[in-house]
């Protein structure tokens, strides 16, 4: 869960998304590179600090939720407007 962290956890994708989440940090320096200094980007987007950057606001515990999704057939509304555009 810790891009910085080679040893760190793989978190899977779900299909156990809950309809309320708090709201993760919006740092694209942390999220995508992984750090929250945007000086030390090494312009390689790894995209990997999502979970790092949602457990800041929520737990390490819950960070994991994030990467949860809706099955198409509970979210016909969104499910039907993304293959629209």
């Not at 978190?11 to 309320?20: H, K, Q, S």
């Not at 590179?33 to 000086?39: A, K, Q």
Request: aromatic share 12%; charged share 20%; hydrophobic share 30%.
């Amino acid at each position: 869960m810790d891009p910085n962290d080679p040893n760190s956890v793989d978190i899977p994708m779900t299909w156990n998304a809950v309809y309320e989440q708090s709201d993760p940090c919006h740092s694209t320096s942390c999220s995508v590179f992984g750090f929250n200094d945007e000086n030390e980007a090494n312009n390689e987007p790894y995209m990997r600090g999502f979970l790092k950057s949602y457990s800041q606001v929520t737990s390490d515990e819950y960070a994991p939720s994030l990467l949860d999704s809706f099955r198409s057939s509970h979210v016909p509304a969104l499910a039907n407007l993304s293959m629209e555009y």
